[in-house]
């Protein structure tokens, strides 16, 4: 029995998400992304998943440059992620106008992010319309540790469910 479109989408955005900006470079190529899907996967080692389109920018050069970093932003300021939801603009000092710095794998970190992972990809899995990166945490920080990271539920945004066609 097929479970209805709409519905899936209803109950699959009730899931509690942290809202983060990934960062990933390839050569002289760097792009950030808005994404929802991140998730701790291991304790020894440190491991992060992201899911990333396999359409995306950021897909690609994660792909090639076999890292990203997973930057968390403070949730009294989630209007950033509307910035990153197509490729970012780079002047080599900023993404979309905003402050980064290489981190030790070379993906763009974001000075204005409140705590930061720097991670090296060690296994991608296509899942279909997603590959699952995961990533061994190498570096990481916290730039402020008083504040709350944002989430989806702090945003109109809505991310997941089924294809839209």
Not at 48 to 54: L, M, Y
Request: hydrophobic content about 45%; some cysteine.
């Amino acid at each position: 029995m097929a479970v209805d479109e709409e519905l899936l989408n209803r109950v699959t955005w009730k899931i509690p998400n942290a809202l983060a900006l990934v960062g990933s470079r390839a050569g002289d190529r760097r792009n950030a992304m808005t994404t929802s899907w991140i998730t701790q996967l291991s304790m020894e080692p440190v491991l992060i998943g992201i899911g990333v389109d396999n359409t995306a920018v950021t897909h690609q050069l994660i792909s090639e440059g076999g890292s990203f970093t997973v930057n968390l932003w403070d949730a009294e300021d989630t209007k950033v992620f509307v910035k990153f939801s197509k490729p970012a603009e780079d002047d080599g000092a900023t993404l979309n106008g905003r402050p980064v710095r290489t981190a030790t794998t070379g993906a763009p970190v974001f000075e204005d992010a409140i705590a930061w992972m720097d991670c090296a990809v060690r296994q991608a899995i296509d899942l279909g319309t997603h590959t699952l990166f995961i990533g061994e945490v190498v570096d990481a920080a916290i730039n402020r540790d008083d504040v709350r990271a944002a989430a989806m539920s702090d945003t109109r945004m809505k991310y997941g469910g089924v294809k839209r066609h």
